[in-house]
């Protein structure tokens, strides 16, 4: 069975960092390209970035509003996602959830990031 | 690459059928039979209900169905329940980024 526990949210002031963790298991993480997708409170979902197996390169992927700010990384070794989010702003307060593919059903619980002064 | 376009809210009666509307372009919906459909009561994590436009999950009930046509997909529950009343979102893969979109979501109620 897929499992996957985010972790690291809490709260945060703009301008701050944060660093969140996805811990998988039930699946062979190394070769599986991983996502983080976020839903801000009330709000719809969106998919933050994408990073690649290593085999298949390792290369990241991140949509618009995060790109420069947020850095995707992977411990194949931990089984373990990574998303680091640098120069947080108001608007990213958000559930943060990792999935190895946002179109199917495994996602884990998530981990909320308030960002506020 | 903007949202896929979803109604705000849809609602029927105990038994009746529904149809939730996805919206989309000819760079997603329209380009890629990898449209999804997700069921999120508050507080959870999205739980798949469809995926490839009209393939319904292991223990999903039979009374949802998916399908597509040109840049626009839909989600039909037949036989609503109470249960049922709860948010719903469309995604598809697209073409460039984003690499995937959510649709605007649609609150779905049993009167």
């Known amino acids: 069975e897929v499992q996957l526990v985010e972790s690291g949210g809490g709260l945060v002031k703009p301008g701050g960092s944060l660093r969140l963790s996805c811990a998988a298991s039930g699946f062979t993480f190394s070769h599986a390209w991983m996502n983080w997708v976020r839903q801000s409170p009330g709000k719809g979902l969106e998919w933050v970035g994408r990073?690649?197996?290593?085999?298949?390169?390792?290369?990241?992927d991140y949509t618009a509003p995060v790109k420069g700010r947020f850095t995707i990384s992977r411990d194949d070794s931990r089984d373990t996602l990574f998303l680091q989010l640098n120069s947080l702003k108001t608007e990213d307060t958000a559930v943060y959830y990792c999935?190895?593919?946002?179109?199917?059903?495994?996602w884990g619980q998530g981990t909320l990031v308030t960002v506020s002064s | 690459q903007s949202a896929l376009t979803q109604p705000a809210s849809v609602s029927g009666s105990p038994g009746q059928s529904i149809t939730i509307s996805c919206t989309g372009t000819?760079?997603?919906?329209?380009?890629?039979?990898?449209v999804s459909w997700f069921q999120q009561h508050p507080g959870k994590a999205p739980k798949l209900m469809i995926f490839d436009v009209s393939n319904r999950p292991s223990g999903v009930s039979n009374r949802f169905s998916g399908s597509k046509s040109g840049n626009t997909a839909s989600l039909t529950i037949s036989g609503l329940q109470a249960e049922d009343e709860t948010d719903y979102y469309c995604s598809s893969y697209t073409s460039s980024s984003p690499l995937y979109v959510f649709g605007t979501g649609t609150k779905v109620t049993v009167l």
């Open positions: 000819s760079s997603d919906v329209g380009a890629y039979n990898h």
């Open positions: 999935t190895p593919d946002p179109l199917k059903g495994d």
């Open positions: 990073v690649k197996s290593k085999a298949d390169g390792g290369t990241t």
